[in-house]
């Protein structure tokens, strides 16, 4: 099978209004009763069937009178009305009768005895009359022609009359997954497949942007099968994504297959993720070759299938609400295209800070963790750490100021704890949590770092690192350990075991409190670090280490029991340490904080952390002090 | 009937707590599928099933090789693989052959014939290997509880081989929409009766919030089938809205009923439009009376309907997007109560000017002309005009940022114009109009003023208002006379029958042109306007004078031809007149301007206006200038 192995670097903004310009979409109007059409498109103008009210109205409870028999009433002459004869009760709402003109409130009258009332002011022709058509007149337009339906315009809608109106046809999208790979139920999930989430994905995102989603179930790697689904599709939709098969591959037949159907206008574009994009046209129809990658899927999908929704329904461009924040970290970019880069938000200090999440286009985690994204145009270096940024919100900024922000080590305590306390953790190892808690980026910094002059964990960094407004907040005591596949088929039993051959190690990134327990330990037997197969490999979580061990890519890890529990393999205890959280002082009396902290020195908590093994939380939310250290 | 004439004012938040207090919703869980879970909210942490990817992966198409053969690779001395011995072919995604441990990018991959390839550097072990796990864990969280589900959480949830997860049931809100007047369908709109909007609105409401509607059909003002069907709500819902009866009228028995039923913990609210709300409790279950007026029944609902559904699905509240404006008009409001204001939003040269709009409850139109809602606190005296105010926007700012605004004179015509141009307009007559323009406070003030001096229409106000910056755009000439009922039962022929005895007139608001004229007239005539019943009586648009015509509430008013004619109407011409616009010279090269030019000129809006009767457009979008006026 013939490939290509370069695709074109096309920049976006070009891509797509050559994309935009090729397609001319045939819209059609569908007629539906008002309540049937929220967040519909209006087809055409439409003009109010009925006035209303329909009638002359009394807009208060209390009295209708003809006005000029009532002249003369005064405070100190008070005017009596006699019902029927003189005046006629009426609530909100009814028709003014037609001998009358008038409405007097029934708070300015005084009831008396059989049938008379007394006023004491006369009342102004028409006062408390709502007159024909005061909301809405027969004929003149309720809503212009592509208004996106609101509840209050269904309310003004019916209040017209009006039981029926053309909207226009939600746009149909076709989706097709591909991949011989792909399965789509968790029974099919075997060895090498991989669940549909993309199709799925799309289809909420289309619902969302006002789109019809019509998904096919996963089509193989054929050329002839995916010719004849793609075809369908076009048949059937108004516009079509292909998902996968669009890189370069010896199986990526979609652009091959869209060039024989019509014309590829675009294969491969100056964006990350998401470069290996296809944009063609097949009868006039648009049809979107979407990378695999979740990350990529989102992203091209954003910027290529979003504006072809909005140009169907004849919509603006809808931003996203933006907000400034402040970087964490440098984020180095490429020349070369646009970068999208997920990011978590946090308030610290009254300063909203945007920490950036993974950046592999494979994590589709990092788009469920992410609160924002961050775009770097094409042709910036990237952003520098402290610079102010504008983002995208992808969660309401309300409850992005409920959350807790912790950057530091990783323990999957912190879970624990985030199922229960609003709390949004980033894993950088202890020593990345010190200078983002230095640097007021994080309200906590989970730590673990041995001091090796006295064997005492965390205590040192108060003095080192931190003037007397911070505060080591005690957390568990965690066995950390040499985590083995189960049966410990290798017999490894101790640190200088990593030397032996055939033995491959998983690593911590630098940094993190476990790789400098490691090093200590490899200091300390004489070991160097250069002789470890592995060493170099990292990972940034103890769960992805025991994941590497359990899936056979490595053999051994330092990490916590909780992990090896989890992934039912093999422990050998090497030592306890105390995994704690600094925080500044003020950060104390946050109401958040307050959350955490109860939680943490809850029984609820204590008999969770033991249900996990390799914990114990004996001091668990002490608070230790500079002054307190000896 | 026994009725309260006076109802409480408590503060709304204080109403609010209360009634949130009361209340204890028992939530109930169900399982979906996460396709069929995007907008609801999660009940439970969920857990990943599987580790995605479950099998170490090939992320990139090449070829999988052992690192540890390729270490000898230089560019000056490349290495010779054989496909099946020392290499296999990988695309993206395929699981990593077992005896593999790398994999090199095809394109650092020199093909050679015979299945032999060419490298010219060693591969790093594990290089573009997505390890087991490196998107998702097995065991470890995807989502917490209480996050609301988007497109992004769906593709990570099937990611995780989750086909089903626990999601909160939505919360049911039976409404009730009650009046003996009010009809569902409007084959049944005949007299005095007002169809059912608010219900649908509710419904809409309580959909985009998260919640299921359950409607009822009207229900009379009949106390015991009214509490019948409020028992039967009760039983079945989570909530209960009952729509209007809330107030002081002879038929209001909401509140008596729920107090029966139940307890009515306020009746009565400090909230403009909005007071005559109660907030109840029955059976456990929140009841809430809303008033009828469907800007009240709105404003109402957004107050203390959105905060229960909320509530109940464990959401932070979520404000809708803010932003700063400027008033362009003062706004007194009372200290005893909070006020929403709807207001009109245009970008004038560069700045937000919001404009208030009609601040009738009962006009649903307010709500959909409106761009966003102005709270005006409790105890506040009101916003002056130029003062900087914070409102809540109803519609993406986006859209508003493409509208070209008017304030000044209204005619039909303004309606057929912003059928094909943004276009939004506010009525506030031709003088108005001037106003504002000078102020900067719109692009377009529409205005027909007549110089008593010399004839001449609009010209002079170039000369007495404004700078050489200011130029009038010619509009169209219209034919204005006197609006009478069909045959003109009442025998009138010109300005001075206005005298009669029972002829009642309706009149133009102060500043309108319209009304300039007919002072001129009377003036002209000897006429003094307090002769003349209804010379009070305002209305602000040629359309509300001609209904009142048509609807019998007044005999005669001055207005156009076309207002007489579309209302079928009789029409006695008495002068031609000029409805023109002035707009800043800066303005002439705005885009949307542009657009305005060109329609206006078309032959398409020609036909229109001929179409409409009582029009020509002779000199229509010709420019005159400052110096032009002779």
Known sequence: MKRDKYIDNIDVEEALQKFLSKIDFKREIEKKAPWDSLDRITGDLISANFSSPNYNAAAMDGIAVLSKKTINARENSPLILKEKTDFLYVNTGNPLPKEYDSVIMIEDVVELDKGEVEIISPARPWQHVRPVGEDIIKGEPVLFANHKIRPQDIGALLSAGLMEIPIYKKPKVGIIPTGTEIVEDSKELSYGKIMDSNSRMFAAMVEKWGGEASRFSPTEDNYHKLSETIKKAVQENDIVVINAGSSTGTKDFTASIIGDMGEVLSHGVALKPGKPTILAVVQGKPVLGIPGYPVSAFISAETFLKPLIENYLLQKKQNRSKIKAVLSRSIPSSLKHREIVRVTLGFIDGKLIATPLSRGAGVSMSLVKADALLEIPRNYEGYQKGEEVEVTLLRPLEEIGEYLISIGSHDIVMDLIADEVNLSSTHTGSMGGVTALKRGQTHIAPVHILNEQ????????LDKYFDDETVLIRGVEREQGLILPKGNPKNIFGISDLLKENIIFINRQRGAGTRILLDYLLKKDGISSSDITGYEREATTHMACATAVKSGSADVALGIKAAAQVMDLDFIPITFENYDFLVKKETLSDERMKSFLNFIRSQRF?????????????????????????
Do not use: H, P, Q
């Open 454 to 461: 006295n064997g005492v964990y965390n205590e040192f960094l």
């Open 606 to 630: 204590e008999d969770k952390i033991k249900n996990l093994g390799g914990y114990n939380a004996r001091e668990t939310g002490k608070l230790i002090f500079k002054g307190d250290i000896s």
